[in-house]
């Protein structure tokens, strides 16, 4: 009866650490199984993180040649309105310099045609003068040829003016067309410079269009590495959780198979007492009946040997702690010789 009741507490606890023993390895295969899956997820991750960041370089290099050329091409109208502007500048400089020289001429004419008329106001009064003296008495011969010389006069003052009046006409016209054309070469100026100015901004406009982009992609790749650098945090404990966990169960086999080894050792040893115990018992029933009755009664010495022997020892759970002791209690009754074995387990 004791036999029996010490294996089914055998098998019973052998079936708690095989419950025990399997649970733990399914949680250490979920374990295994979920690092597995963030491994891949991780390694997904790197590859995306690195075609984006792959394209962002090529985006931001794309955006820088495409800055370099702008400004190239800006230096080069620049270059071109600076050449415009100088060439603008030396021709109305040339037709100031031709304006100065006609004005010059102009005024030499004036002054010119001033003499003439001081001449020709001189020579009229000189002519009223002798036309006066002819008139007391004077012959008409000298009268008529100082009449001939002063239409003369008459007639050079008016090709005078004639042809004063003509340069001034001439430089008038110059002088409106040289106006004109400095208003059209001042106009196209401002044109192009207006042209220029707008191109300018709107080249600054995408300069800071592309610089926005290039602060989003940043801080996108920012981002990206922040949940890597917590996907790696996350996998470094798991890894820990799942080294402890490994060596916690290497010790736990260590110790179920120690226990399991002591089990055996003192099954064996209790087969063998068993054994040699029923042997001497079953002898002495067959001569007497009632000696086995009297041995029954007659107890004179008792002793009590508790052999403990720990089968189940400390089980760490997520709940708590829970200890499982077995207890195997033998007793020894002598009666004439003959030794009579009591087994019981106390658990």
């Not at 996108?220 to 404990?237: G, H, M, P, V, W």
């Not at 029954?296 to 708590?320: A, F, Q, Y």
């Amino acid at each position: 009866m004791g036999t029996s009741n010490c294996t089914k507490l055998v098998t019973s606890d052998r079936e708690k650490w095989d419950k025990v023993f399997g649970g733990l390895v399914n949680l250490l295969k979920s374990q295994q199984e979920q690092l597995e899956t963030l491994l891949k997820e991780r390694h997904l991750l790197e590859d995306r993180i690195k075609t984006q960041h792959e394209r962002w370089v090529s985006d931001i290099r794309l955006y820088e040649d495409h800055i370099a050329q702008i400004n190239g091409d800006m230096v080069k109208k620049d270059m071109a309105c600076v050449l415009e502007a100088a060439k603008g500048d030396l021709m109305l400089g040339l037709k100031q310099r031709e304006a100065s020289l006609h004005k010059c001429r102009l005024e030499e004419t004036e002054d010119e045609l001033a003499d003439f008329q001081a001449l020709f106001s001189y020579l009229s009064q000189n002519s009223k003068a002798n036309s006066e003296a002819t008139s007391n008495g004077k012959g008409g011969r000298s009268y008529d040829l100082k009449s001939g010389v002063s239409k003369k006069l008459e007639a050079e003052v008016e090709r005078l003016k004639l042809e004063n009046e003509k340069l001034v006409a001439e430089k008038n016209s110059e002088v409106s067309a040289l106006l004109k054309e400095k208003t059209f070469v001042w106009n196209q100026y401002n044109n192009l410079e207006n042209n220029l100015t707008s191109k300018l901004r709107s080249k600054e406009a995408e300069v800071e269009n592309a610089n926005e982009k290039i602060a989003d992609v940043l801080a996108t790749a920012e981002l990206l590495q922040s949940s890597n650098d917590e996907k790696d945090e996350i996998i470094r404990r798991l890894n820990t959780k799942v080294a402890k966990m490994e060596a916690d169960t290497e010790k736990w086999k260590e110790e179920i198979s120690k226990l399991s080894r002591e089990l055996e050792f003192l099954r064996k040893s209790r087969s063998a007492q068993v054994t040699s115990i029923m042997k001497p018992c079953s002898a002495q029933a067959r001569t007497s009946t009632l000696g086995s009755r009297s041995c029954g009664r007659d107890i004179s010495n008792l002793i009590d040997m508790k052999v403990s022997t720990p089968i189940l020892t400390t089980v760490p759970s997520k709940g708590g702690a829970k200890v499982l002791k077995n207890q195997l209690c033998v007793y020894e009754v002598r009666k004439g010789g003959i030794s009579f074995y009591f087994f019981s387990g106390i658990r």
